[in-house]
């Protein structure tokens, strides 16, 4: 199974959106990665389970 990561993002003034994009040109060098508003995540992933979610209260881990 390859390693995956889904980077969501929401941000009001572009500095989350800026730091969701610097976090992802880090990590797609070794993992595949994606990059997607808070809005359109579960339209693109609806079945993303097992996810490691941070900012908000359901942070999960495998």
């Known amino acids: 199974m390859a390693v995956r990561a889904l980077i969501v993002y929401e941000s ?3 500095n989350t959106e800026r730091i969701a994009w610097a976090v992802r040109d880090g990590l797609r060098e070794y993992v595949e990665t994606e990059t997607v508003p808070v809005n359109r995540a579960p339209d ?8 490691w979610w941070s900012g908000d209260r359901r942070t999960r881990s495998r």
Do not use: D, E, L, R
């Open 44 to 51: 693109a992933y609806p079945t993303a389970s097992g996810w």
């Open 12 to 14: 009001m003034f572009g």
